[in-house]
């Protein structure tokens, strides 16, 4: 069994900071990429960011220079750093990881989510 498990999330003024992370955890054999997503209300789940194993990055146009993503693999943890936080950038944010479990075939696992809300 292979859970991820997401904090972090909250409350915070416009161009204030927040920092996710997201742990795997259970009958891990590898990790391939993590990445985070997120879903306001009234829209449809969005890619923020992904890393891969080695480190390459990817980032969403809207939030690429104030967000970063990095991961520890010995931690089997992704985190997301989101500075210059702006009202758009209210929702809930999941992660997603492609792991292979210990028994299994590489699958992609979802977080439950976490809140962040962002006052103007």
């Known amino acids: 069994q292979v859970q991820l498990a997401e904090s972090g999330g909250g409350l915070v003024q416009a161009g204030g900071s927040l920092r996710l992370s997201c742990g795997a955890s259970?009958?891990?054999?590898?990790?391939?990429?993590m990445g985070w997503y997120r879903q306001a209300p009234g829209k449809q789940r969005e890619l923020v960011a992904l890393i891969t194993s080695g480190g390459m990055t990817t980032y969403s146009d809207s939030v690429k220079g104030r967000f970063t993503i990095s991961r520890d693999n010995g931690k089997n943890t992704v985190y997301l750093q989101m500075d210059s936080l702006k009202p758009e950038d209210t929702a809930v944010y999941y992660c997603?990881?492609?792991?292979?479990?210990?028994?299994?075939?590489?699958?992609?696992?979802w977080g439950q989510g976490t809140q962040v809300t962002v006052s103007s």
């Open positions: 997603k990881s492609r792991i292979t479990a210990r028994i299994g075939r590489p699958d992609d696992y």
């Open positions: 259970g009958s891990i054999f590898s990790i391939n990429t």
